[in-house]
């Protein structure tokens, strides 16, 4: 529970800077909020076993070594944010993006370290709702108004499926901890139909195809880091429940929870794929590009074994490094450019930011699943643990993904190094915090994967 | 006999100092060192001849087979494997002594013919590599070598046929020479490979066991084998390449063109020649129709072309026809019982080399004096250039197979061995020898007599040749002169054992008369400054004059096996397949992606109805899936 | 530090180098240290392995060292050479020596270039040590990526496009190959991913059975297997000089390695139920790249498809299944490494003079650039198989094995692709006759320079490569076979 | 006449009341509306817990506990999703479903 708790006193903490401290505030207030969350980190460093108020509160290591992540990549958009927050329209409110980010966080913990559907609804909601504001931020900015609006209707919508599926769970069974249900759960069709309800608020959540609608729209409308955040931070969390819930709770359906996901898996890689390839608005490419990364994560989910939880865990790092610092580049240029996202306008790019490029390139690669960055060997273990429990065939479809995902992370490459442009970019250089984010960000994917002690650290949880 | 070694190591020497510093060297220098290290060859050939033949028979009144070196070049399996190395016997010694002569006499020769030529060091080094190519040939060990170098002659070939590189004809020519004779090798290829296969040996003498096993799949190898040889030896159909092969300088003709690499044919079945009459006596029969129908094809073509090399080099498929013949006639190994072709082949192998180099030598002499192949220019040179003239009048009758001279002999024993076989070949090749008579003696008086371009040779005087190149013809001249009574049977028969040559009376007297019939034929028709006679029947046999000048139309015949069905049928439609089919599928599947895409796109209108009915829609289908399955 | 690891090291350590590096002679400083030290290495590792197996060595790969790398999955990094790797690595090591001559005056972005070009030889050089499975798959995908770059930023002509197709086709291959390696692991038992330990292990026949065509079909792309070599004219013809040297000389040959090594060693009952019919498709690449090439106009079209009939033949001799033929197909790898190196270096320089390729307008060449015209020649005669060159060598030792198979429809395959011969002899001699020959028709090629110094250098080294080999084949050949001996007889039962 | 009441009534109704906010959720132009409608939906869900656990599971706390949290994230939900219905009026000046659909594709 010391998660939590650290994690709410320095929620608190930022809430009376907030109010303390004289505008414009907004540098002292990402100092601050970065060095708490520096020390929330070194705080959890070292995962714990814990089970409280009579399981309804199950926090298992590897929960805890998911928060942990989940804290990082929250400290990564927040050093990414700062160029954002430090605009005419935000500068104001720049401590209530902390706060609200910190509640989504908080929501997360809850929800992976869930002992019972009561918590976890509440968790998923806490995630849900500030991510709301979030997306509508930039509340001048129509996109963003849109994109809340479709977000909060159908996040609403599927909650209500989702818990109404629950409901069926727990007519069905007769409690709603984790720790019971297994025993009363037979497998009738009534279960079966609840559990497809649950399924599909988590997806809703993963965005898979086809509960995946809102995201391009609202990756698109909502404010560059929070982009960023919502397709790792949030992806991750819900990743990693699902596939507790699906191994804790609904281990006597195995067989068709693994059906369901084979199915989802193979639409939403396939489908995101071809949407993707038709997209120039880079934000919401990476929309696209975060579903078909939540189909690969599926894998893992759909190993459900041990192997596949670590592969999951790992995936998530790797994919959180990779995805921020692709995120980090597109908030750079963006800021450079009067809010530019298109394809277009990193044509050349690599002439004046050779850098910049540089890291978007390596990041995109690990995307990509390209050796040796981390991203390959993420994708290799996921297809490894999912292999293992005998869907090859899934594995194989997934592989084939890969070559139309392989094409659109190249476009951009392309864009960057070959297309020839009069007008490039041109050089600039971003704030401190930004660069350090993202060197950690490609320390992160040139080493994650060759260095094998991060994988070998989760494998012991 | 470890020098033996020498007459490999130096022409390949030589050839690689001229490659690799020839450029930077004076002519001079160039051509001494070509020259001298085959003057060396020649001696150490002749030295080895000598010894070889001088040294004690075996029991069995053969000469032994020798192999003073032999290396492991490349390893296959256990048993197979290719050995470079040197391996003397009757027929490789009489070989060198062919090769090394004619080369040197052509080393020498080209001193003056191609003074002051563009790529003269080059013209050497390429003299070099194709000498030891030759030698390679000759003196392999075992089939594969054979091969290897059977296919660097084919290169120096190639590669001396497009020596005036600048010339259309000449990259045309070179370019089919090579081709056609690869196409052959590759007959050749497989027959060794089917050799290798079942002998499980690339030696010339299988186990008698790998033989009882597997001696009935050796007809297809030898006959494979043939097919090769009948490439190199430009046999019907593939002789296509020799004639325009003539378009390299001229001594190279003499070289390769009509001495040495275009018997290499000849002189692989006669390598194979135990095995052929052991196992393969059919194939070797038809090797003798072949040969015959070649000869005669390539003497009728003769009696029409205007070029003089070309007529020489019809000439040449004509005479190879008749060594093919001689040893397609045999029927033992016992020269006294149907053997005598191995011998009489071989021999006249040895006599058409000579006499061969010294008629396209001549011919290269007048070549340089007055500037063109063609007969038109010609005519009553005899004045101008007595030396060529005299040496060319010897080659003639050498070839029309008058005595005393070489070419007499060895077409008599042919002749014979014919007889012996079957009395229709005898008359046939009879008839061709007086073919050959004629179309000689035509050629003969066409440039030496007849009617002369005076305008052209008054513009233009024609001279004798530098002393360098009547040399060359003086000592073939001599050679042709003797060669003949050299007792040949003594040293090579089909069973190694000394045989006598014994002049068969009744063959000789005919064959004699039918050649001077022909040659009065020929002189009654050309001799004059008139030619009605020709001129007549050219014109009343207008079509068969022009399809015997158009070689029978078989240039043709090949042009459209080659432009239209490989080029047209077979590539261009490929090419456009892999084009248009497979890349284009590549290409496709991912337009089918694309276009994909651009269907489903539409979905994502951006209403939220549209996305949570997609969500229930999502939720309802995976229940069902569930469900059913 | 074992010694193998040192080939992964060193290049490196010049991508480091090469970071550092403030100017262009820097640059080319580092390349060619640190290729020259590599070309040391390899010829070092050669000397070294043929003297431990003459001093009686009798395991399957020499110089064996491994490091547990993902303990889970029991990954390790596992090196280990055996002939076939050892020429392999020398072959490497040749042309990317040779390949930095070859781009001495490479612009712009030089650093960059050398950048990728470094990393694309860490993952062949990778993939050549290692004997774990995944880490061999890791280098080779290493090895893959650089080109999109090298092609796209660097090449020429339809650039983009070339660069976009390779990627994506080399990579779908490596899609099917993933599978398959997986399905190796795990149907060996999920206990080993090294190949050593793997062949220990039966892979059951149904599992064989789908994954062999998985694992030789994803080699097979990069070994422009038919129908799927349609990336390599495109690629080659896009791609800058050195880049297609090193892709058509070594990349293509990772091809081959992997079918022999992972693919068929691995997985021999799959290899019997499949073998015919990849002998079907290879047997078409050989005879069809052939006759494709005879019509092309343009020079490294050409010398693409010829690429697709040789290393066609690589695969149709592994699918032989003979000692002899596999043999063969090693050796064939060498020296259409070598050779076709030769070809794309002296097409880039004659292409980097005349600013063209078309075979249509250029002619008489030999007088103007004697020295690329001779390389021209000496490249074509060494393709088209003349003994004493290196073609002749491997072509032989492919179909004598070849035909040491008995089997009727085997000795048909044979038969046909020996016909190649005659049909590269054909385009090879079109070639050389229509540019090299003739009179210059063009004025503007007149005032053309013949090689500079790191050009000639260039070409030298990779005659005397190929002429060696084709001169003094036997050590070669004994290094390889003792080495092919353990995985035939996995596939003669 | 006495009618018992079985858990099976209360089922439909909540089924009903689901069903009845899908449709309106699909058929209504108006973003209230749709909010509305999400808000039947969650009180079917409510129903059902609240019913399952007083009739199937008389002696525990947690249907009702879920229904209570429920109840107070669907308010939450209502006003985040009515304060940002408002932006949308401001930015777009409708708050039709289909003024909305500048982000699609």
Redo the contacts between chains.
């Keep these: 529970m010391q998660a939590e708790i650290s994690l709410a006193v320095i929620l608190i903490i930022i809430l009376l800077a907030d109010l303390i401290l004289k505008a414009p505030h907004h540098k002292a207030l990402q100092t601050l909020t970065c060095t708490l969350m520096v020390v929330q980190l070194i705080l959890n460093l070292v995962p714990v076993n814990q089970e409280l108020f009579g399981g309804m509160y199950n926090s298992t290591t590897m929960a805890s070594v998911v928060k942990t992540i989940l804290t990082a990549g929250t400290l990564l958009v927040f050093m990414q944010s700062g160029r954002w927050l430090s605009g005419e329209d935000t500068r104001h409110k720049a401590g209530e993006f902390y706060l609200l980010t910190l509640s989504t966080l908080l929501g997360m913990y809850f929800m992976v370290s869930a002992g019972s559907f009561i918590l976890f609804y509440v968790g998923l909601e806490l995630a849900s709702i500030p991510m709301v504001c979030l997306i509508a931020f930039d509340k001048y900015r129509h996109h963003s108004a849109e994109a809340g609006?479709?977000f909060i209707?159908?996040s609403m919508?599927?909650s209500a499926?989702m818990l109404y599926g629950l409901s069926l769970v727990y007519g069905t069974c007769g409690t709603t901890y984790f720790a019971d249900l297994p025993q009363a759960l037979t497998g009738t069709?009534l279960q079966?139909?609840a559990?497809?309800?649950f399924?599909?608020g988590l997806?809703?959540k993963l965005s898979l195809?086809?509960?995946h609608?809102?995201t391009?729209?609202a990756y698109q409308g909502a404010p560059t880091p929070v982009s960023g955040y919502l397709s790792v931070i949030s992806k991750g969390a819900a990743a990693f429940a699902l596939m507790n819930i699906l191994l804790k709770v609904f281990t006597p359906m195995t067989e068709?929870w693994g059906?369901?996901l084979s199915?989802?898996i193979v639409l939403t890689i396939t489908?995101a794929?071809?949407?993707a390839?038709?997209q120039q608005d880079l934000k919401r490419f990476m929309a696209y590009s975060s579903i078909s990364q939540a189909g690969y994560i599926l894998l893992a989910v759909l190993a459900g074994s041990e192997q596949g939880m670590t592969a999951l865990v790992y995936y998530i790092v790797v994919y959180i490094v990779a995805n921020l610092a692709v995120f980090g580049v597109i908030g750079a240029v963006e800021q450079q450019t009067n809010g530019r996202v298109d394809r277009e306008a990193y044509n050349g790019l690599y002439q004046t930011n050779p850098k910049l490029s540089f890291v978007m390139t390596l990041a995109l690669f690990s995307l990509a699943g390209i050796p040796p960055f981390a991203g390959f060997f993420s994708k290799f273990f996921v297809f490894a643990s999912a292999f293992h429990t005998g869907y090859w065939l899934v594995v194989f479809l997934a592989l084939v993904n890969t070559i139309?995902s392989l094409?659109y992370y190249l476009l951009i490459v392309k864009a960057m190094y070959i297309t020839p442009n009069e007008h490039p970019v041109p050089a600039f250089r971003s704030s401190a915090l930004m660069r350090t984010s993202l060197v950690v960000c490609l320390i992160g994917i040139v080493l994650l994967g060759i260095c094998s002690g991060v994988y070998q650290w989760i494998d012991k949880f | 006999m470890d020098y033996t070694i020498l007459i490999l190591a130096l022409p390949l020497l030589s050839f690689l100092v001229l490659a690799l510093a020839g450029m930077k060297m004076p002519h001079r220098v160039a051509g001494a060192i070509g020259t001298l290290s085959l003057g060396a060859v020649a001696v150490l050939s002749y030295l080895t001849a000598f010894s070889y033949f001088t040294a004690e028979r075996t029991a069995e009144g053969t000469y032994p087979t020798l192999t003073p070196w032999n290396i492991?070049?490349?390893?296959?399996?256990q048993q197979?494997h290719?050995d470079m190395g040197i391996m003397l016997d009757p027929i490789s010694v009489m070989m060198l002594i062919v090769i090394s002569t004619v080369s040197l006499m052509v080393h020498i020769y080209s001193f003056g013919y191609m003074k002051g030529e563009k790529g003269f060091q080059r013209y050497y080094a390429f003299l070099s590599l194709f000498t030891f190519s030759m030698l390679g040939l000759v003196v392999a060990t075992n089939i594969?070598q054979m091969y290897?170098?059977w296919?660097?002659v084919g290169?120096s070939s190639?590669l001396l046929i497009?020596f005036y590189?600048?010339k259309?004809e000449?990259?045309?020519a070179?370019?089919k020479a090579?081709?056609v004779t690869?196409?052959a090798?590759?007959g050749f290829?497989?027959g060794i490979?089917?050799y290798?296969?079942y002998m499980q040996t690339f030696t010339f003498t299988p186990s008698e066991e790998q033989l009882m096993k597997a001696g009935m799949v050796l007809p297809w190898a030898l006959g494979l084998m043939f097919v090769g040889g009948a490439g190199k030896s430009a046999m019907f159909p593939l002789h296509i390449w020799l004639p325009d092969a003539m378009e390299g300088p001229t001594p190279v003709s003499a070289l390769i063109h009509a001495a040495t690499m275009v018997v290499a044919g000849v002189y692989l079945v006669a390598r194979m020649f135990p095995l052929f009459i052991g196992f393969a006596p059919s194939v070797l029969h038809w090797v003798a129709y072949i040969g015959a129908f070649t000869a005669f094809y390539a003497a009728s073509v003769a009696c029409a072309q205007s070029d003089i090399k070309r007529v020489l080099a019809f000439s040449t498929i004509s005479q190879i026809g008749f060594m093919m013949v001689a040893l397609g006639v045999c029927t033992s190994m016992n020269p006294h019982e149907g053997g005598l072709g191995y011998m009489a082949g071989m021999f006249h192998l040895f006599t058409h080399a000579m006499f061969k180099a010294l008629l396209f030598l001549g011919a290269g002499c007048i070549i340089h004096a007055v500037h063109s192949n063609e007969m038109e220019t010609m005519g009553g040179l005899h004045k101008y250039m007595p030396i060529t003239h005299i040496t060319f009048l010897i080659a003639c009758l050498a070839i029309a197979g008058i005595p005393p001279f070489s070419g007499f002999f060895s077409k008599d024993e042919i002749l014979t061995a014919c007889f012996q076989f079957s009395p229709v070949i005898g008359w046939v090749m009879t008839i061709i020898a007086g073919m050959t008579a004629f179309y000689m003696f035509r050629l003969y008086y066409c440039i030496f007599w007849g009617k002369e371009n005076k305008e052209l040779h008054a513009a233009h005087v024609p001279h004798e040749s530098p002393l360098n190149m009547t040399f060359p013809l003086m000592f073939l001249a001599a050679v042709t002169l003797i060669a003949g009574f050299i007792p040949f049977g003594h040293f090579v028969s089909a069973n190694g054992e000394s045989y006598d040559i014994h002049l068969d009376i009744q063959v000789a007297a005919t064959s004699i008369v039918v050649a001077l019939i022909a040659i009065g034929l020929a002189t009654w028709m050309y001799a004059r400054e008139k030619q009605p006679v020709a001129e007549m029947l050219a014109r009343r046999y207008s079509g068969l004059h022009r399809a015997a000048y158009k070689r029978f139309y078989m240039d043709e015949v090949w042009m459209f096996v080659?432009k239209r069905i490989?080029?047209r049928c077979?590539?261009?439609p490929?090419?456009w397949f892999?084009r248009h089919v497979?890349?284009q599928?590549?290409?496709f599947m991912?337009w089918c992606?694309?276009a994909?895409?651009?269907t489903?796109?539409p979905a994502?209108?951006?209403?939220?109805?549209?996305?949570?009915?997609?969500?229930?829609?999502?939720?309802i289908?995976?229940?069902l899936?569930?469900?059913l399955? | 530090m074992n010694l193998l690891s040192l080939f992964v090291l060193i290049p490196l350590l010049m991508l480091l180098g090469l970071w550092i590096a403030r100017n262009v002679n820097q640059v080319r400083g580092v390349m060619v240290a640190g290729s020259s030290l590599l070309l040391i290495l390899a010829a070092y590792l050669t000397v070294s392995y043929i003297g431990l197996r003459q001093a009686g060595a009798t395991e399957e790969m020499l110089f064996t060292d491994s490091i547990s790398w993902y303990a889970p999955l029991h990954i390790c990094y596992s090196v280990g050479v055996d002939g076939i790797s050892v020429v392999m690595l020398l072959l490497s090591a040749i042309i990317v020596f040779t390949g930095t001559f070859a781009s001495w005056k490479l612009k712009p972005l030089t650093k960059e270039y050398f950048l990728w070009f470094t990393l694309l030889s860490t993952g062949v050089f990778g993939f050549f040590i290692s004997t774990d499975l995944f880490t061999m798959f890791m280098f080779y995908e290493v090895a893959l990526i650089p080109m999109y770059l090298l092609i796209g930023v660097w090449g020429s002509g339809r650039k983009e496009y070339a660069a976009m197709?390779l990627t994506?086709?080399l990579m779908g291959g490596s899609a099917f190959l993933l599978i398959g390696i997986l399905g190796i692991y795990y149907g060996a038992g999920g206990e080993t991913m090294n190949i050593l330990e793997i062949v220990q292990q039966k892979i059951p026949t149904e599992m064989q059975r789908i994954f062999f065509p998985m694992v030789f079909l994803g080699f097979g792309v990069l070994g422009a297997l038919f129908?799927f070599?349609?990336?390599s004219?495109?690629g080659h013809a896009s791609a800058p000089t050195a880049v297609s040297m090193l892709h058509a000389g070594v990349l293509m040959k990772l091809g081959g390695y992997g079918c022999f090594r992972i693919a068929m060693y691995l997985m021999p009952t799959g290899a019997a139920i499949w073998g015919d019919f990849f002998l079907v498709l290879t047997t078409i690449s050989v005879v069809?790249g052939a006759?494709?090439a005879?019509?092309?106009t343009d020079l490294k079209y050409i010398n693409a498809y010829s690429s697709v009939s040789h290393c066609g033949l690589v695969l149709f001799a592994l699918l032989m299944m003979t000692?002899?033929s596999a043999?063969g197909a090693i050796l064939q790898m060498l020296s259409h490494g070598l050779m076709t190196a030769l070809f794309f270096a002296l097409i880039g320089m004659i292409y980097g003079r005349t600013h063209t390729r078309d075979i249509r307008q250029l002619s008489?060449l030999?007088?103007i650039m004697p020295f690329l015209a001779v390389g021209y020649v000496i490249a074509g005669?060494a393709n088209?198989?003349?003994?004493?060159l290196s073609g002749?060598?491997a072509e032989?030792?492919v179909?004598?094995?070849s035909?040491?198979n008995?089997d009727l429809f085997h000795r048909t395959c044979?038969?046909i692709a020996?016909?190649s011969?005659?049909?590269t002899?054909?385009y090879i001699?079109?070639v050389v006759?229509k540019i090299?020959?003739?009179?210059c028709q063009n004025p503007e090629h007149l005032k053309l320079t013949d090689a500079t110094w790191d050009e000639r250098f260039a070409v030298i080294c990779l005659i005397i490569a190929v002429a060696e080999l084709g001169l003094a084949?036997?050590w070669v050949?004994?290094l390889i076979?003792g080495s092919v001996e353990p995985i035939i007889s996995q596939l003669i039962h | 006449m006495e009618i018992e009441i079985h858990v099976i009534h209360y089922l439909v109704i909540s089924t009903v009341m689901m069903f009845c906010g899908?449709y309106g959720?699909?058929?209504r132009k108006n973003l209230l509306a749709?909010l509305i409608s999400v808000e039947l939906m969650l009180n079917a869900t409510n129903i059902n817990f609240a019913v399952f656990n007083r009739y199937l599971f008389p002696g525990q706390l947690e249907g009702h506990f879920f229904s209570l949290f429920g109840i107070a994230i669907a308010a939450a939900e209502t006003a985040v999703a009515i304060a940002i219905i408002i932006n949308v009026y401001r930015n777009v000046k409708h708050i039709l479903?289909?003024d909305?659909?500048?982000?699609?594709?």
């Excluded at chain 3, 088209?384 to 004493?388: E, N, S, V, Y």
Aim: charged share 10%.
């Design positions: 609006a479709k209707l159908s919508f599927s499926l069709p079966l139909m559990m497809v309800f399924f599909a997806g809703f195809v086809p509960f609608m809102w391009p729209d068709e059906l369901m199915v989802t489908i794929n071809v949407f390839i038709l139309i094409y | 492991d070049w490349l390893p296959f399996t197979l290719i594969f290897v170098f296919e660097l290169v190639y497009g590189y600048t259309p000449a990259i045309l070179s370019k090579f081709i690869r196409f090798d590759l290829l497989i490979l089917i290798g296969y080659t490989i080029f077979i590539s261009t490929l090419a892999d497979i890349d599928f590549m290409n991912a992606t694309q994909f895409g651009v489903v796109q994502q209108s951006g209403r939220i109805q549209t996305y949570t009915m997609w969500f229930l829609g999502g939720i289908l995976l229940t899936v569930l469900l399955f | 197709k994506l086709m129908p070599h349609t990336w004219p495109d069809y006759f494709s005879v019509v092309q000692r002899v043999t008489g030999m007088k005669l088209l198989g003349l003994p004493g002749f060598v032989m030792t179909f004598v094995g035909f040491q008995p044979t038969i020996t016909t011969i005659v049909i002899a054909v001699l079109r006759g090299l020959y003739g009179t084949p036997y050949s004994h076979s | 899908v959720f699909f058929t749709l479903t289909d909305i659909t500048d982000l699609k594709g």
